[in-house]
């Protein structure tokens, strides 16, 4: 969060793009999503201490079903069509089959990931709220980056990871500060990448955006990070998840397509009817009328 506060703050500096400046009142307006983006970060880490990664990602597919209720409760949607409603109950029912394949099971684990799902639903929702009340990505970004930056410090500090670090055998090492500073350009670009998402898009829709790097998530974490037992509902859950997210993305891809249709035989429609004037056309009536009766008035 320090680094996106920096870069935010020299990108504003060199005139790059058009920030207003971070106050109390804006602080308090982004509060919730902000807090919502915390629990969600810290829930994460707890439970990846306890489940694999094919797991994790695993529960982590619940997401959408969050988003799509929460979208219907606060931004007062109105539901989905069929099609879709079908891809986000696959999937969530994908994820329960691959919990109950999964050999390692561990409670705790599992609840801070079940936690993390509904904050990450929660600060996803909360930031198209946002979105809709026009504030912009970048801005969106800056309020995030400020308004948890001092929560994660002082988590930092409880949990003794400035002390680890100091002990740490590679706090000398070259290697490590190079990846190191690389996942922390990796995470200010990401946390970017889903405002983006989200802003264009909806809440729901960044949520299953995530089903493709969930595929590349499961297949490595199936071999590296101490890997996972196979089961056959493992296996039959996370195809469930595959394949919802597949469905869901043709769907909206769809959907895009015949709103796009609509949307031109629309105008076309509005075209014609511009360049009909029916008033032209009974005044043309009106005069060959009153032309026949003067005609007969003669005769």
Wanted: proline share 3%.
């Amino acid at each position: 969060m320090l680094v996106t506060v920096l870069f935010l703050e020299i990108l504003g500096s060199l005139g790059k793009v058009s920030l207003p400046s971070y106050t109390w009142k804006s602080a308090r307006s982004f509060l919730a999503p902000s807090m919502s983006y915390a629990f969600h970060a810290t829930l994460s880490l707890m439970a990846l201490q306890g489940m694999n990664i094919p797991m994790y990602g695993a529960v982590k597919r619940c997401t959408p079903l969050v988003n799509l209720i929460l979208a219907v409760v606060i931004l007062r949607h109105p539901f989905p069509s069929f099609t879709l409603i079908v891809s986000v109950l696959t999937i969530t029912i994908g994820c329960f089959v691959a919990v109950l394949g999964d050999l390692t099971f561990d409670a705790f684990a599992y609840t801070m990931g079940g936690l993390s799902v509904l904050a990450q639903g929660l600060y996803l929702t909360l930031v198209q709220q946002c979105a809709e009340n026009k504030r912009s990505t970048w801005e969106i970004l800056q309020l995030n980056s400020y308004n948890t930056l001092a929560p994660f410090i002082i988590m930092s500090v409880l949990v003794g990871e400035p002390e680890n670090i100091i002990k740490s055998k590679y706090i000398a090492d070259i290697g490590f500060h190079i990846v190191f500073w690389i996942l922390v350009s990796m995470g200010s670009v990401l946390n970017y990448s889903l405002f983006l998402c989200t802003v264009l898009n909806s809440a729901l829709t960044t949520s299953l955006v995530a089903v493709a790097k969930s595929v590349i998530q499961t297949l490595v974490g199936l071999f590296v990070f101490g890997g996972i037992k196979f089961h056959p509902l493992n296996t039959a859950g996370i195809v469930m998840n595959t394949l919802g997210g597949f469905m869901y993305t043709y769907t909206k891809y769809q959907e895009k397509i015949e709103d796009k249709r609509q949307k031109t035989e629309d105008e076309n429609f509005n075209e014609v009817k511009v360049g009909f004037h029916p008033l032209s056309v009974q005044g043309t009536i009106d005069k060959s009328g009153e032309h026949s009766l003067n005609d007969i008035k003669v005769s």
